[in-house]
């Protein structure tokens, strides 16, 4: 049974940091990406990072980039976000989603693919992140 499941949020200052978790089950990471999105209230779901699973590329919304890490633990079968210098409107449920790599001619999302919402085909449950004093 496949599965993700996020965990690691909740309510930060401005400033601070936050590790989210992506703990996935029932498949093998190495052939999907994984990607972070984040929805807050009142507005869309919106990507955050990828990691292509077969080669390592790492995409970056540009809202977040240089503040946020995507990383891996294949021990684990883990996929981390970690959340540097947090602002109020990171505030949102942040959701983890998997991506077949056989679904694209590179073997993972390009530049232009990666925070297509329609690619992924699973799910976490979200994790809320609330930035504020």
């Known amino acids: 049974q496949v599965q993700l499941v996020e965990s690691g949020g909740g309510l930060v200052q401005p400033g601070g940091s936050l590790r989210l978790s992506c703990a996935a089950s029932?498949?093998?990471?190495?052939?999907?990406?994984i990607g972070w999105f984040r929805q807050a209230p009142g507005k869309g779901r919106e990507g955050v990072s990828c990691?292509?699973?077969?080669?390592?590329?790492?995409y970056y919304s540009d809202s977040v980039k240089g503040r946020f890490t995507i990383s891996r633990d294949n021990a684990k079968n883990t996929v981390y976000l970690q959340m540097n210098s947090l602002k109020p409107e990171d505030s949102a449920t942040y959701y983890c989603a998997r991506a077949e790599a056989l679904r694209y001619s590179d073997y993972g999302p390009t530049l232009y693919e990666w925070a297509r919402i329609g690619d992924y085909d699973y799910w976490g449950q979200g994790t809320q992140v609330t930035v504020s004093s």
């Open positions: 990691l292509r699973s077969s080669d390592g590329i790492i």
């Open positions: 029932g498949f093998t990471l190495d052939d999907y990406a």
